[in-house]
């Protein structure tokens, strides 16, 4: 069974930077499509970035040159740094992963997912 570890969470104020971190055992991370999806109280999930397994990256309009999604294919890891952080980024935050093409893709096709990791961004 593919699994997938998150760490690097926690609280900061808003203008700091925070990197999660993914790490993903029984699967190659670059034969996935990865993402990280996120859910503040009383909301959908809502998908924040996706890096392809050629390498390709999208990102939500509301984290677009804020958030860079990066893997490290020698680790197995996938990564979210997370910059110029303000108080809506506060959610849980979630790594994805399904053996398809990223494009079109919504958090109901991601087959495996990690255990979220709290993110809080104070004013």
């Known amino acids: 069974q593919v699994q997938l570890v998150e760490s690097g969470g926690g609280s900061v104020q808003a203008g700091g930077s925070l990197r999660l971190s993914c790490a993903v055992s029984?699967?190659?991370?670059?034969?996935?499509?990865m993402g990280w999806f996120r859910q503040a109280p009383g909301k959908e999930r809502e998908g924040v970035a996706t890096?392809?397994?050629?390498?390709?990256?999208n990102y939500a309009n509301s984290v677009k040159d804020r958030f860079t999604i990066s893997r490290d294919n020698a680790k197995n890891t996938l990564f979210l740094q997370m910059n110029s952080l303000k108080p809506e980024d506060t959610a849980m935050y979630y790594c994805a992963a399904v053996r398809i093409w990223c494009r079109g893709l919504g958090p109901n096709d991601y087959k495996y997912w990690g255990q979220g990791n709290q993110v809080t961004v104070s004013s």
């Open positions: 029984r699967a190659t991370v670059s034969n996935y499509c």
């Open positions: 890096i392809n397994s050629d390498g390709i990256t």
